[in-house]
């Protein structure tokens, strides 16, 4: 997986990823691009990113 923007979804304070299309995926990347630059807290990482989706 390349770095990007990610989508994520908050449940009783859980945090859970959201699964996108392609299509949907590149449509987040592109409106990210419109409140460049993002500021990133590095030092607070969420864990490690897991690709559901991808198969094999």
Do not use: C
């Amino acid at each position: 997986m390349k770095d990007g923007v990610v989508l994520m979804y908050m449940k009783d304070g859980v945090l859970y990823p959201v699964a996108l299309t392609n299509e949907q995926n590149d449509m987040l990347q592109f409106t990210a691009e419109l409140f460049s630059p993002l500021k990133v807290a590095m030092d607070k990482p969420q864990g490690k990113a897991i690709n559901f989706i991808k198969k094999g």
